[in-house]
């Protein structure tokens, strides 16, 4: 059983940054980030290894938005530049065994923190 927790969320500006975290009770899973809007299906955002050595990003926020993780404190980042109104959503950490984009391949969710993007 892993558990997660997410941080960070709240109302920003279009244009500003945020900086989520995701607190783990585990360090050795690969890790996600996914968003899911109003009337909308839970997309992919980014993931990373275990390790950190490799990441990935969906392409609506590639170059915009950064996952990192510290293992010694058991945490995953994702830091948000650049937002846009469309960014806007429920934002869920997530670990999984394989590395994926794929929600159905993660194993651990937390519950959400609300991004909100102000045009």
């Known amino acids: 059983q892993v558990l997660l927790a997410e941080s960070g969320g709240g109302l920003v500006q279009a244009g500003g940054s945020l900086r989520l975290s995701c607190a783990a009770s585990?360090?050795?899973?690969?890790m996600g980030w996914f968003r899911q809007a109003p009337g909308k299906e839970r997309e992919f955002v980014a993931a990373i290894t275990w390790s950190g050595g490799s990441t990935s990003y969906a392409d609506s926020v590639k170059g915009r938005f950064t996952i990192s993780r510290d293992n010694a404190k058991n945490t995953v980042s994702l830091q948000m530049n650049s937002l846009k109104a469309e960014d806007t959503a429920v934002y869920y950490c997530?670990?999984?065994?394989?590395?994926?984009?794929?929600?159905?391949?993660?194993?651990?969710w937390g519950r959400g923190t609300q991004v909100t993007v102000s045009s």
């Open positions: 585990h360090s050795n899973y690969n």
């Open positions: 997530a670990a999984a065994r394989s590395y994926s984009y794929l929600s159905a391949n993660y194993d651990y």
